[in-house]
T-cell receptor
Framework: AQSVTQLGSHVSVSEGALVLLRCNYSSSVPPYLFWYVQYPNQGLQLLLKYTSAATLVKGINGFEAEFKKSETSFHLTKPSAHMSDAAEYFC????????????FGQGTRLTINP | DAGITQSPRHKVTETGTPVTLRCHQTENHRYMYWYRQDPGHGLRLIHYSYGVKDTDKGEVSDGYSVSRSKTEDFLLTLESATSSQTSVYFCAVRGGYNEQFFGPGTRLTVL
């Protein structure tokens, strides 16, 4: 069975500082991995996805993530935080077979301090 | 936004009443999904559909049923709502690279 663990339910950084949100996954087959962002009272927006084409994936809004198979990780980073990055972030995994159901982590709330 | 709308956007109901939530998409996606979002749990899959009249259960399907009589509509029904079903419900469709695109959500409160 697949699972996702996001380390830290809340992360706080200063504006201009590095953002690092951690995600570890478990999957018995090669996974597809995703990061979504959710702004208050909105649905989820896809930030980026890993589908085995390249281990370093670039997404929208300056975010990127690196797939590390040996560490079963897919951490999300952004070099310089902006106030508009304050939101909740979800990591998700699916298998490349069948219905490709998504399994989500618990989410990490990112706060940006001025 | 992948052309997904959900209705109603907010609903307050009483324990024991039936409730139906609607998801409508305009881009002819084959796969559609219903999730619920609760604090500390992320999103959990309730049911999904892989075509008209083809549906299957997800992780938290107890107390819920679904129907899909047309490609564009996927209905989620709570036959007899309970307070534990108070949640935010999201519909999603699957895109070309297995990513999913989400609707705006329905906030349901069961009193």
């Amino acid at each position: 069975a697949q699972s996702v663990t996001q380390l830290g339910s809340h992360v706080s950084v200063s504006e201009g500082a590095l953002v690092l949100l951690r995600c570890n996954y478990s999957s018995s087959v090669p996974p597809y991995l995703f990061w979504y962002v959710q702004y208050p009272n909105q649905g989820l927006q896809l930030l980026l996805k890993y589908t085995s084409a390249a281990t370093l994936v670039k997404g929208i809004n300056g975010f990127e993530a690196e797939f590390k198979k040996s560490e079963t990780s897919f951490h999300l980073t952004k070099p310089s935080a902006h106030m508009s990055d304050a939101a909740e972030y979800f990591c998700a995994v699916s298998e490349d077979q069948g219905a490709q159901k998504l399994v989500f982590g618990q989410g990490t709330r990112l706060t940006i301090n001025p | 936004d992948a052309g997904i709308t959900q209705s109603p956007r907010h609903k307050v109901t009483e324990t024991g009443t039936p409730v139906t939530l609607r998801c409508h998409q305009t881009e002819n996606h084959r796969y559609m999904y219903w999730y619920r979002q609760d604090p500390g749990h992320g999103l959990r899959l309730i049911h999904y559909s892989y075509g008209v009249k083809d549906t299957d259960k997800g992780e938290v399907s107890d107390g819920y049923s679904v129907s899909r009589s047309k490609t564009e509509d996927f209905l989620l029904t709570l036959e007899s709502a309970t307070s534990s079903q108070t949640s935010v419900y999201f519909c999603a469709v699957r895109g070309g690279y297995n990513e999913q695109f989400f609707g705006p959500g329905t906030r349901l409160t069961v009193l």
